[in-house]
């Protein structure tokens, strides 16, 4: 990060705070929004940015947290909230469209409060790269759309999530997180692994090939699905409607 600003990360489970100290203007909102990407792809419940120590310098420089907080409400759908902004700057958040994207505190407390009750329900769980990790994998996907009342997409969700674990003790080799995120309308399954290695579909097959269609198979069951590169991990992000009729299009 830019020796001009500074940041502190901490987690404060379930929240993640941010605390940035030194000038925000356009030649160092570059350096927050890699920070902000950062923490999002740890998937927190919800992430609190602190700006009482912040000097805005260039009120242009506050697009950043607009639009950060607009990538991580589509994925990973994690609510942003702004606490404690400097007067000057909290006059200039008031008067673009960035406090209509980002909701903004007095301070880092209310804030917390405020993203900690808006955050969307997660379920998570830490595998190995193990031969029972797909059926564990399906177990977590069963007890979380029992708890969270959508039983119709236990199967096209567990067959999504398997393959993606299936990769990853396949060809990662390495421990992973799974996550899944009910952000109405949609269910969001992630996993996250140590490879640096981006995901790839492969683009011809052998039909004889026992394998080789994972991705293919996540493709078409889900809404969509990406692998952005974060943090040196791999994510990939499907996404269901909570619609019979997307559904019935998706599993065709």
Not at 94 to 116: F, H, K, Q, W
Request: with cysteine.
């Amino acid at each position: 990060m830019s020796t001009r600003i500074r940041c502190e990360v901490r987690d404060e489970t379930p929240v993640t705070v941010v605390r940035l100290a030194g000038a925000l203007d356009l030649s160092t909102m570059r350096s927050v929004h890699t920070v902000l990407d950062r923490c999002l792809a740890t998937q927190p419940d919800a992430l609190v940015v602190d700006l009482e120590k912040l000097d805005v310098t260039d009120p242009l420089a506050l697009s950043v947290f607009a639009a950060a907080a607009r990538r991580a409400a589509d994925w990973p759908a994690v609510p942003m909230v702004l606490s404690a902004p400097p007067r000057e700057a909290a006059t200039w958040l008031a008067e673009t469209t960035a406090c209509r994207v980002v909701p903004v505190r007095r301070d880092c407390a209310e804030a917390a409060a405020l993203a900690g009750a808006v955050a969307a329900p997660r379920l998570r769980a830490r595998l190995e790269p193990v031969a029972g990790a797909c059926r564990r994998a399906r177990e977590l996907v069963t007890d979380a759309c029992g708890r969270w009342k959508i039983p119709e997409l236990a199967g096209p969700a567990s067959l999504v999530l398997s393959e993606l674990v299936g990769n990853v003790v396949r060809h990662a080799g390495t421990p992973m997180q799974v996550t899944l995120t009910l952000r109405r309308p949609y269910l969001r399954v992630a996993v996250m692994d140590g490879s640096p290695d981006d995901p790839r579909a492969a683009t011809e097959h052998d039909l004889r090939a026992e394998g080789g269609r994972g991705l293919m198979l996540v493709r078409e069951l889900t809404q969509r699905w990406a692998a952005p590169r974060r943090a040196r991990a791999r994510w990939s992000g499907p996404c269901y409607r909570r619609t019979d009729r997307i559904l019935r299009s998706r599993l065709l």
